[in-house]
């Protein structure tokens, strides 16, 4: 099947980032993966290839805006415009402290994590999509993205803010044909024994890329998460 776009995948694991992987992948999407481990990036880079997709790996962490910006600009170089994003690298055990715990300090962190990471990829991958009339970007955060919790003071705060930012986007590129959205996962996959598992999630966040809709969709009822 020939390639027809790329979809860079930050925050690329074995878990949901593999699935999305296939599954894009299936659609004859190239793929590029971004976190930080360059040598698990290789590994899932191999896998992906050995199972007949087009798959780069490139290493960056969000904290670094230079690094993510680099990788994106690499990708986008060896493999062709890109034309998909799914920002969600796996926030930090640090943010999910009580609020009383949250210093200044963490709460900066976590909101260059979270919503600075992601206007630093917005920003440099809109102007080949919005050339083009095409696009996506996908955002994926947990519940505390739409109710704070005490707990997870750190995501509390920034998740909030990406999602705001996000939403933003949402109504101002609408009617560019790019597509940008927000899927609300409310507790791990594994513990919320989804009917098909990661796969299931992946083919929602095909179906986000695939049509025009609201903002945010939650994969569950946020009272029925596990977080």
Same mark, same amino acid.
């Given at each position: 099947?020939?390639?027809?776009?790329?979809?860079?995948?930050?925050?690329?694991?074995?878990?949901?980032?593999?699935?999305?992987?296939?599954?894009?992948?299936?659609?004859?999407?190239?793929?590029?993966?971004?976190?930080?481990?360059?040598?698990?990036?290789?590994?899932?880079?191999?896998?992906?290839?050995?199972?007949?997709?087009? /798959? $780069? #790996?490139?290493? %960056?962490?969000?904290?670094?805006?230079?690094?993510? *910006? !680099? =990788?994106?600009?690499?990708?986008?170089?060896?493999?062709?415009?890109?034309?998909?994003?799914?920002?969600?690298?796996?926030?930090?055990?640090?943010?999910?402290?009580?609020?009383?715990?949250?210093?200044?300090?963490?709460?900066?962190?976590?909101?260059?994590?979270?919503?600075?990471?992601?206007?630093?990829?917005?920003?440099?991958?809109?102007?080949?999509?919005?050339?083009?009339?095409?696009?996506?970007?996908?955002?994926?955060?947990?519940?505390?993205?739409?109710? /704070? $919790? #005490?707990?997870? %003071?750190?995501?509390?705060?920034?998740?909030?803010? *990406? !999602? =705001?930012?996000?939403?933003?986007?949402?109504?101002?590129?609408?009617?560019?044909?790019?597509?940008?959205?927000?899927?609300?996962?409310?507790?791990?996959?594994?513990?919320?024994?989804?009917?098909?598992?990661?796969?299931?999630?992946?083919?929602?966040?095909?179906?986000?890329?695939?049509?025009?809709?609201?903002?945010?969709?939650?994969?569950?009822?946020?009272?029925?998460?596990?977080?």
């Amino acid at each position: 099947m020939p390639v027809i776009a790329i979809i860079a995948i930050i925050g690329a694991g074995p878990g949901l980032g593999a699935a999305v992987a296939r599954r894009f992948g299936r659609e004859g999407f190239a793929i590029a993966l971004i976190s930080r481990n360059q040598s698990k990036l290789d590994a899932m880079a191999a896998e992906l290839t050995a199972a007949g997709f087009t /798959a $780069r #790996a490139y290493a %960056a962490d969000v904290l670094t805006p230079a690094s993510l *910006e !680099s =990788a994106l600009a690499r990708a986008a170089a060896e493999l062709g415009p890109i034309t998909a994003v799914q920002y969600s690298p796996l926030p930090s055990r640090d943010y999910l402290k009580p609020v009383l715990d949250l210093t200044p300090e963490l709460a900066l962190e976590a909101l260059q994590f979270s919503a600075l990471g992601l206007i630093h990829a917005a920003r440099a991958v809109l102007p080949a999509m919005r050339e083009s009339g095409d696009g996506s970007i996908i955002l994926i955060n947990g519940g505390t993205s739409v109710k /704070a $919790r #005490a707990g997870f %003071a750190g995501t509390s705060v920034a998740f909030p803010a *990406e !999602s =705001a930012y996000g939403e933003m986007l949402h109504d101002t590129l609408a009617g560019e044909g790019i597509r940008v959205n927000q899927l609300v996962i409310p507790g791990g996959i594994p513990q919320l024994q989804l009917d098909n598992g990661i796969d299931g999630v992946a083919d929602r966040i095909w179906d986000l890329h695939a049509v025009a809709g609201p903002f945010r969709t939650m994969l569950i009822p946020l009272e029925d998460g596990r977080e």
